[in-house]
């Protein structure tokens, strides 16, 4: 029997501190298969990881080898998104939200903003990176704009100034649509189109070498064991690049509507399709040493060396548009919901977006990315930052609650609350984040320890999981030992949120303030 409207209890509002509608649960769920293999599809298909791939076969080792070793580092990607997927999917709430249940709903801010910090910088330089190509481009079409391309203003040309901001433009009007908009552009753009123009290279030079070309041989004569370090290395740089995904892998698994969506997309979207992407980088880059004479792992020189016009346009275009979708997919999603969740009451996802766009352009990322120093130790320490953050928020989800979270909680700033711990923040997670991290920064920066560099994220993951276990086993246990569950975390929060009128359109539902008593 139905019950009556008069015996209906009202949820409880969640605080105006913790809540927005882009915060809360995600209310459509969209992202199929297609959408999260299109999402890979745009993350993998950048000019770094195809010169990463490339690299590998110009450093020595066989073709066949660095297809394998890359197989196995995504593989081990494969699993951990599959396992991240699963939180998101089921909470259906954005990374900085999920942090909540381990970092405690204040706590929260101190991982949003290691993982804001490094998207700003990166977004940047991507964006930078891409101005170059869209400079060549217009040397390309019109040669007498060389004259605006040798002065500088804090670095950088007048044509390089106007370049930059026309890419900054372009990605600030496309990101700032909101998340359904990026699907539907990386499901039809961003994704496909780089693969077109890749498989074009590689066929041309595979005719133009006339199938002369060798998977086999190492092309500097790096001897067995030589290989087998550096295969290793590959490995655990293939899952480094990818952690700071994995991180807030949440905010795209939130729109999955079931579990086989994620998981077919991440199958399909990494260890095949980054896998076959790199195939086809290696055999780009044997074949200019065919018909070049040289290795050339630079996809943009590539297209340079071919010398045609009508190339040269095709090709710059297609990679600016390869990195618009790293750029959404790596670097803007993530700092938009993590600048959302400092102050949600003022902050949603598309003013979270423009922050992130402003200070991409304020920290001047020409002389971040010209700076080996810069590059080695604030971006370098800070990805050292990510395994522990990785370890802790996994090692909370399934070894300590076992799945069981409470999502409307993670919107309480009752003192009460499951997630308060003391005054918003959870001493168990800094007990177990800071000598993580601190060892897995010294590996990666100190040269002493040189050779154990590539592989800090392990050392980090390591420690902080292991740490945060121990100091959380009392939680374990009230868990239980139990199957971790499948189906989607019911939640009425948006039930209880109380939309105030003089709310301003786009700036998410303002609650009305919950009082919190020690906060």
């Known amino acids: 029997m139905p019950t009556s409207p008069q015996h209906t209890q009202r949820p409880a509002p969640p605080d105006a501190r913790l809540f927005n509608e ?33 690299s590998l076969f110009v450093l020595g080792l066989p073709a066949w080898e660095v297809f394998l070793a890359l197989l196995v580092g995504i593989s081990i990607v494969y699993w951990l998104m599959n396992r991240m997927g699963h939180a998101g999917h089921r909470t259906g709430v954005p990374y900085p939200v999920l942090a909540r249940a381990s970092w405690g709903v204040y706590g929260a801010n101190i991982p949003a903003l290691l993982r804001a910090v490094m998207a700003v910088a990166w977004y940047g330089i991507q964006t930078w990176l891409a101005s170059t190509a869209v400079v060549l481009l217009t040397l390309q079409l019109a040669p007498g704009l060389d004259a605006y391309h040798h002065n500088s203003v804090l670095g950088l040309s007048t044509l390089g100034w106007v370049a930059f901001m026309v890419m900054w433009g372009l990605q600030a009007a496309l990101l700032t649509r909101g998340m359904e908009f990026i699907r ?36 500097t004569g790096l001897d067995g064991g030589a290989q087998v370090e550096q295969s290793l290395i590959a490995v655990s740089l293939t899952v480094a690049t990818f952690l700071t995904l994995v991180l807030n892998y949440a905010d795209f698994a939130r729109f999955t509507p079931d579990h086989r969506s994620y998981r077919r997309g991440n199958l399909i979207g990494l260890p095949v399709n980054f896998t076959a992407f790199a195939v086809v980088a290696v055999l780009v880059t044997a074949g200019t040493v065919s018909v070049f004479g040289e290795a050339i792992y630079d996809p943009v020189k590539v297209i340079q060396k071919i010398d045609n016009p009508v190339v040269t346009v095709i090709g710059a275009l297609a990679f600016v548009v390869a990195t618009i979708g790293i750029n959404v997919v790596a670097n803007f999603v993530s700092p938009a919901y993590d600048f959302a969740n400092l102050a949600p009451k003022y902050l949603n996802f598309r003013r979270g977006g423009m922050i992130t766009a402003v200070l991409a352009v304020l920290v001047l990322p020409w002389k971040l990315y010209s700076s080996a120093l810069v590059i080695q130790y604030f971006l370098g320490a800070l990805g050292a930052f990510l395994g522990p953050l990785v370890a802790i928020l996994l090692v909370d989800y399934f070894l300590i609650r076992r799945g069981r979270i409470d999502v409307d909680a993670l919107f309480s700033a009752d003192e009460q609350g499951a997630y308060f711990y003391r005054r918003g923040y959870n001493p168990k997670a800094v007990i177990a984040f800071l000598p993580a991290a601190a060892v897995s920064a010294a590996l990666a920066l100190i040269p002493l320890f040189g050779a154990l560099a590539p592989f800090s994220w392990i050392f980090g993951m390591g420690v902080s999981g292991a740490l945060y276990a121990a100091v959380s086993r009392r939680g374990r246990v009230g868990a239980g030992a139990g199957p971790i569950p499948q189906e989607i975390i019911a939640s009425q929060v948006r039930a209880g949120a109380v939309e105030q009128p003089e709310a301003s359109e786009g700036a998410g539902v303002v609650v009305a303030p919950l009082p919190a008593k020690g906060s």
Do not use: C
């Open 22 to 54: 882009d915060l809360a649960p995600a209310p459509e769920r969209k992202w199929g298969t297609y959408s999260i293999f299109a999402l890979w599809m745009s993350d993998t298909h950048a000019i770094s990881n195809y010169a990463f791939a490339a």
């Open 184 to 219: 539907k552009v990386q499901d039809f753009a961003t994704g496909p189109v780089v693969w077109l123009v890749v498989l074009a290279l590689a066929v041309y030079l595979v005719v133009r070498a006339d199938g002369d070309i060798s998977l086999t041989r190492s092309l």
